[in-house]
């Protein structure tokens, strides 16, 4: 008997423009993947409910929504929280799946679903940048990650950079720390950002989000030096098993 | 409620877009850069918003303010978070240095420039107050705040001019230190006077010019509408009449040429009187123009016909006749005379190259099958029995000269759309190209020095606006930028240091490629089915006057440029690949050059006639003539073909992409041009004659034969072979782009196969990056296919022969993709070319150059010739043939004519039948041998890097006094082992890497450059060294294979007579060794080739 896929709402329109990629790779792992822009969800007034009925896991890909204008994510933020109003924590406390990739990580920051005085500003040299880094799992509250060591990842951002307000630092720091917030940072740190961060969670380590593009590495033969080990061309990348995470978590809820 | 909105970095943290502004201070003037001790860039909007006090502070406050790293200034309405006054004096109080001495420099866009970040933020406060405000104004600018107590006007002026402002788009003003300490910038009554109004220019290009021969802009609109402005007079004595219309048989030929000149006409004389021939003739015994009440031709009739045949439309020179004459005396260096009389170089050269070398998965190539006035364009390759692969080029000089980062964005952003129309609607996988510029800085050595100057402000700001235009088109578009270079032209091989009295300009050749499906139900991509009765419905950003400066206005001594909207564009992107899914719309083209008249010309062509009602089309509001909505330029709109019954659907779905839409025409068979503005008739024209009534031009050719060979200098090989070839590796053609590179995206859509860049150990302190060849990108589908792409460009051959420099380009192209994994040899074997012209000539349209032409003509002779040897078919083509004109330098003191560098880029394009044969260049581990493939016997030093290097001079040496020859029989039998044809092992090769710019050594270096490892060079002892070492060649490349598989290669090689030469063996030395024999002839170890390679600190 066929088992049941799980599935995989991704977000377009308004800018981003990673969602092929990212639904590819969601349905490399397994699921099961639906594409729709925010217009559509508003004019089709989808529900919180429906999210949770319908959509194991919710995911804003990357792109550069509303040409970045007032800060990458803004407006698009924005217009998610006025057209949908979907409270994306109570969605993760019913067993819903969130992942935010670059840009999508910077509008999920934007919506306070990770706590307010958090920012994602221009990197510190002021320049877009197109290369690979090597990024830390840490702690093991982070689902996405669970089980992961060092990864090796494309990065193409010129709004990655971490920042904390100064007042509430040491404040907002420990929280972070104690809730295991802070799973994923820079090898050598990037941009400035705080902390080396790469990529945060919430504290129930079911929505995170990162700069780095973890649906663009999942085969080998996109790694930057590939070529070298041609015997492992048909090899997964790493970035694969983030989503290979999300599918048995959401075969585990489903 | 009326407010200005100031938004500062937090005086404690970096300012990251400061701090690169004050760099590029620095890099063009660092007595200036010393100057400044502290800055803030500071963001600035004006907002005029029929709402409350209390909703402007609330929304502004949730709008624009990131309390963690910024502060926010209004004034009065909302109590700063920062200090006391709510202006600038906060922050200047908690800078590092009190009491500074401050100044400002505030700037904004000049009136009509459109302005789409205000665009955005008007948005994000209606999407914030749920509803819409029609009436609203929003404006953005920017204010430097700089301290420093040296500071003075002249250097504030020089910063605005040169680094923070461009002049043709924006205005600035300078604020002293009093002046910004107090807050009258945020007054209800300033910021009132402060906003820009809405796209109401003083005077824009063409009107201007209507001004001139008497049509003031108030009646231009009235002129050609209903009522009447009166009898207008201009400096010709031409009037229009009552009803704007133009009586052409009263005028003299000399009334005509000053009438077309003030019109801004880019038409000949015998142009001109084909117009009054068919308006005296044709039209006046024609029944349906006079059924129409027409009788005179209308200004939208002359204006119509004058940009469809200009030169940007109809690429006349590429359509002349050309009469060649070689006047060298010298037998035909090429081995063949070039022909006497060319019949049009696109037709014979470029079309009829292809036409020779059918292919079975050859879709559509440009002129196939069209008649002679569709010129250049897109093709479609066949990739298997579902996919079609669709490949475009696009040159763009003068928006790059007069804008280079909205210039360079805008042409992306065309090309794609121009994609995005092609057949069903192509999407779009990788786009690329060259950045051509002038004047790179002349230097020997391998570090910068005294004597080796940076490049000048100009040139400098010229790539970095075209680095800030493709950054932007790439990374808001999610179109992966993955193959491209710079070729910078420096003084030609073998002229004199003197410096050229001419000014050379950037231009950008790009191109752009994507996927679509093959077949949608009965319909085929390549063959749009088009009925009289379909509506033509326009999609996108409303018409407006800033169109009216665009390409085709090529008569305008000062092109303007407009800024562009990419989340237009992406909507539209995103719209035209949801109705290709939908199978809801026939047909699509993409406004560019010509505007509106021109594109409804294309598609009238395939039914036969065309019907357009002017007042229809969307205008957003600076109420355009009839003649100006038919011409304007305003970028991101597409027209539609759709049949009737589907036009609500596709108006439907534009609305879920917020895009407005307008139904102005259907397509019909009458033969005829029809137009009208509401009741009023404006155009009523035979067809044929827009499209096909231009005479033809005949040219003259000639050639002087190639330049005397050049003066020797007496160098010794061990002594200075190894500083030269540092020197070659830091020259500007060779050295590392990897800082550019990076700042572009080339990763999106998670395709690549093969990078720009080979990374050794990429994210770890140790990683060094070195160059590939081409760029290869998977298919987004589960099977193994991939697309590679390469380029060849070889300017520097110009000035020995344009026949060569054709040659070696498609050559070097062709390497490029093979080295990389394309395939070569079988008749299903998937390798096209594409060719991308800019051609100077000193004489405008019509006018004669004939060495220029004769350039030209060899160049294509050149490019025909190599593509029939290896049997590659031309797939797509541009060119932009330009006159020197005046420059368009920012400082009016300075006179020069301006003109682009003769060039010609190709793309060699290749399908890969596996990802597993894809390979990059670098050298992959110790004990590893590496291989010359081809014959060193054919390297030149002639027009060779190392020429220009030494200033046009050449070492002495026994052999390599010639320029590069090809030898095509060598090059089919070389390429097709290596392209797959036949042989085993070429997936043995474990990196390959053409020979080009530099020659063997430069070749064998970037190898080496990433892993570091080693390698003792023999050189044949029969061979001269310098030859060996630098000359540049044909059909010869450096690769490298596993010791155990070096044996079964060689055999393979000797018993298909493929010439070859084993090199050595790679080592973990860390050092490159030369030797001839037991001799020798330098050592130098790889840091130090890295850092000649990277050059830090030259560009950034």
């Not at chain 2, 202006?87 to 009136?111: H, N, Q, T, V, Y």
């Not at chain 2, 950037?506 to 949608?520: E, N, Q, S, V, Y």
Request: glycine residues 10%; hydrophobic residues 40%; aromatic residues 6%.
């Amino acid at each position: 008997m066929p088992q049941r896929k799980p599935r995989v709402l991704v977000l377009s329109g308004d800018g981003i423009h990673g969602e092929s990629e990212t639904a590819h790779a969601f349905e490399i792992a397994g699921f099961d993947a639906d594409i729709r822009t925010l217009n559509e969800l508003m004019i089709s007034r989808v529900t919180q409910e429906e999210l949770t009925r319908r959509w194991s896991a919710f995911a804003i890909p990357g792109g550069a929504t509303f040409s970045d204008t007032l800060g990458s994510g803004k407006i698009f933020a924005l217009k998610f929280e006025h057209g949908l109003g979907w409270d994306l924590q109570k969605y993760a406390d019913r067993g819903g799946l969130v992942l935010g990739i670059g840009n999508g990580f910077q509008i999920l920051l934007r919506m306070n679903v990770f706590g307010t005085d958090l920012s994602l500003t221009t990197n510190e040299a002021g320049k877009f940048s197109n290369q690979w880094v090597r990024v830390i799992p840490n702690g093991a509250r982070c689902i996405w990650l669970k089980g992961l060591g060092t990864l090796e990842l494309p990065v193409r951002h010129a709004e990655g950079r971490l920042m904390i307000l100064g007042l509430r630092r040491p404040e907002i720091l420990s929280r972070m720390e104690r809730q295991g917030m802070m799973c994923l940072t820079y090898e050598g740190g990037l941009h400035g950002s705080e902390r080396e961060i790469a990529g945060i969670c919430d504290p129930s380590g079911r929505i995170f989000g990162l700069m780095p593009h973890p649906e663009d590495y999942i085969r080998w033969s996109s790694h930057p030096e590939w070529t070298s080990a041609t015997n492992r061309a048909n090899s997964p990348g790493q970035g694969l098993s983030l989503f290979e995470n999300a599918y048995h978590e959401a075969m585990r809820v489903l | 409620m009326l407010a200005r909105i100031e938004v500062v970095v937090r005086p404690e943290l970096v300012d990251p877009a400061a701090r690169r502004l004050i760099r590029r201070i620095e890099l063009s003037k660092s007595a200036i850069r010393s100057q400044i001790r502290w800055a803030r860039l500071v963001d600035v909007v004006w907002l005029d918003l029929p709402i409350s006090r209390e909703a402007m502070m609330s929304h502004v406050q949730e709008l624009f303010w990131d309390p963690v790293s910024q502060w926010l200034f209004t004034g009065n309405l909302i109590p700063s978070a920062a200090g006391k006054s709510g202006g600038l004096p906060d922050i200047m109080e908690a800078s590092p240095i009190r009491p500074g001495k401050f100044w400002a420099i505030e700037k904004r866009f000049r009136p009509g420039v459109m302005d789409s970040v205000a665009r955005d933020i008007l948005q994000a406060f209606e999407i914030v107050g749920r509803q819409s405000y029609p009436g609203a104004r929003v404006a953005t600018g920017k204010l430097l705040l700089l301290e420093g107590a040296e500071l003075n006007e002249s250097s504030l002026g020089w910063i605005a001019k040169e680094v923070f402002c461009n002049d043709r788009i924006e205005t600035w003003s300078l604020f002293d230190d009093s002046e910004l300490r107090k807050n009258s910038r945020f007054d209800q009554e300033r910021v009132r006077r402060d906003i820009p109004r809405p796209s109401v220019p003083t005077s824009a290009p063409v009107l201007g010019r209507m001004g001139q021969v008497g049509l003031k802009s108030t009646a231009v609109g009235q002129a050609l509408g209903i009522s009447s402005g009166g009898p207008l007079r201009g400096q010709s004595g031409v009037n229009l009449a009552r009803n704007g219309t133009v009586e052409l048989g009263h005028l003299t030929d000399d009334a005509l040429s000053s009438f077309s000149k003030e019109r801004n006409w880019d038409l000949t004389q015998a142009e001109l009187f084909a117009v009054r021939d068919y308006f005296t003739g044709r039209a006046r015994d024609d029944a349906e123009r006079a059924r129409n009440g027409l009788q005179a031709p209308t200004e939208v009739e002359l204006e119509l016909v004058a940009r469809s045949w200009s030169e940007p439309v109809r690429h006349t020179v590429f359509q002349a006749e050309v009469d060649y004459r070689d006047d060298s005396g010298e037998p035909d260096p090429a081995g063949h005379a070039m022909p006497h009389r060319v019949e049009g170089l696109f037709r014979s050269m470029i079309a009829g190259t292809t036409e020779q070398l059918p292919k079975s998965w050859l879709i559509s190539v440009p002129g196939a099958g069209l008649p002679s006035s569709h010129q250049g364009g897109d093709g479609m390759i066949a990739l298997d029995d579902d996919t079609a692969f669709a490949f475009g080029v696009e040159v763009e000089h003068s928006l790059v000269s007069s804008d280079a980062a909205g210039g360079s964005e805008g042409a992306l952003l065309d090309l794609q759309r121009r994609l995005l129309t092609e057949g069903f609607g192509t999407k779009l996988h990788m786009v690329g190209g060259v950045m051509a510029l002038p004047h790179a800085p002349a230097h020997a050595g391998a570090a910068p020095s005294a004597k080796d100057p940076l490049p000048t402000s100009e040139v400098r700001r010229a790539l970095d606006g075209m680095r800030v235009g493709l950054e932007r088109a790439t990374s808001r578009t999610g179109v992966p930028f993955v193959n491209g270079g710079i070729q910078w032209s420096d003084l030609p091989a073998g002229a004199s240091s003197e410096p050229s009295p001419e000014k050379a300009e950037p231009a950008l050749f790009l191109f752009g490629a994507g996927l679509m499906p093959k077949r949608i139900g009965d319909r085929r991509c390549e063959s749009p089915e088009l009925f009289a009765g379909d509506r033509l419905i326009g999609v996108g950003r409303p018409t407006g006057r800033d169109g009216l400066a665009g390409a085709s206005f090529v008569g305008a001594a000062v092109p303007q440029t407009h800024l562009s909207d990419v989340l237009t564009h992406k909507r539209l992107s995103d719209f035209l690949l949801a109705i290709r899914e939908l199978g809801i719309h026939r047909s699509a083209v993409s406004l560019g050059v010509g505007g509106l008249g021109v594109a409804v010309a294309r598609l009238g062509r395939l039914t036969g006639g065309v019907s357009l009602d002017l007042s229809q089309v969307a205008q957003k509001g600076d109420a355009l003539s009839a003649a100006e909505v038919m011409l304007s330029e305003t970028r991101e709109r597409v027209l539609l073909a759709v049949p009737p019954e589907r036009v609500s659907q596709v108006e439907q779905v534009a609305k879920l992409f917020e895009l407005p839409t307008w139904n102005c025409g259907e397509l019909t068979h009458s033969g005829r041009f029809e137009a009208q503005n509401a009741d009023q008739p404006v155009v009523s024209l035979d067809l044929d004659f827009i499209l096909e009534g231009a005479p033809k031009l005949t040219l003259q050719a000639s050639w002087a034969g190639r330049p005397p060979a050049p003066e020797f200098v007496d160098l010794s090989f061990e002594r200075e072979a190894l500083p030269q070839l540092l020197g070659l590796l830091g020259r500007p053609n060779i050295a590392s782009k990897e800082w550019l590179i990076r700042q572009l995206d080339h990763e999106a859509q998670g395709l690549s196969v093969v990078k720009p860049l080979h990374t050794v150990s990429p994210g770890s302190s140790t990683s060094f990056s070195g160059p590939n060849d081409g760029a290869v990108i998977k298919l987004p589908v589960l099977t193994p296919d991939c697309i590679a792409v390469g380029t060849g460009t070889q300017g520097r051959y110009h000035s020995v022969d344009p026949w060569l420099m054709a040659q070696l380009a498609v050559d070097e192209a062709v390497r490029n993709v093979l080295c990389v994994g394309g395939e070569y040899g079988r008749p299903e074997s998937v390798l096209a070319l594409s060719s991308n012209f800019a051609w100077p000539l000193s004489a405008p349209k019509g006018g004669q150059d004939p060495q220029s032409l004769g350039g030209l003509l060899r160049a294509c002779q050149g490019l025909q010739d190599a593509a029939l040897a290896l049997g590659l078919p031309i797939v797509a083509h541009q060119d932009a043939v330009l006159h020197q004109r005046q420059a368009v330098s920012r400082d009016p003191r300075i006179k020069q004519d301006a003109v682009v560098d003769p060039a010609l880029v190709i793309q060699a394009i290749s399908r890969v039948q596996d990802f597993r044969f894809a390979r990059t260049a670098d050298f992959k581990a110790a004990g590893d041998s590496v291989y010359l493939l081809g014959t060193a016997e054919r390297f030149g030093l002639i027009g060779s890097e190392l020429q220009a290097q030494l200033n046009g001079r050449l070492p002495r040496s026994e052999k390599g006094m010639h320029a590069p020859r090809p030898d095509w029989q060598l090059a089919r039998l070389l390429y097709g082992w290596v392209g797959g044809d036949f042989g085993d092992r070429q997936t043995r090769l474990k990196s390959l890497h053409d020979i080009s710019e530099g020659g063997l050594l430069v070749s064998i270096s970037e190898g080496l450059l990433a892993r570091g490892l080693g390698m003792i060079l023999q050189i044949p002892v029969d061979m001269d060294p310098w030859g060996f070492g630098f000359g540049e060649s044909f059909h010869t490349f450096v690769g490298s294979c596993a010791d155990s598989d070096a044996g079964p290669i060689e055999d393979e090689l000797r018993a298909n007579r493929i010439p070859f030469l084993r090199l050595g063996s790679l080592d973990l030395s860390g050092r490159l060794d030369l030797r001839q024999g037991d001799r020798k002839m330098g050592t130098v170890d790889i840091p130090r080739l890295r850092s000649a390679w990277v050059r830090e600190g030259y560009w950034e």
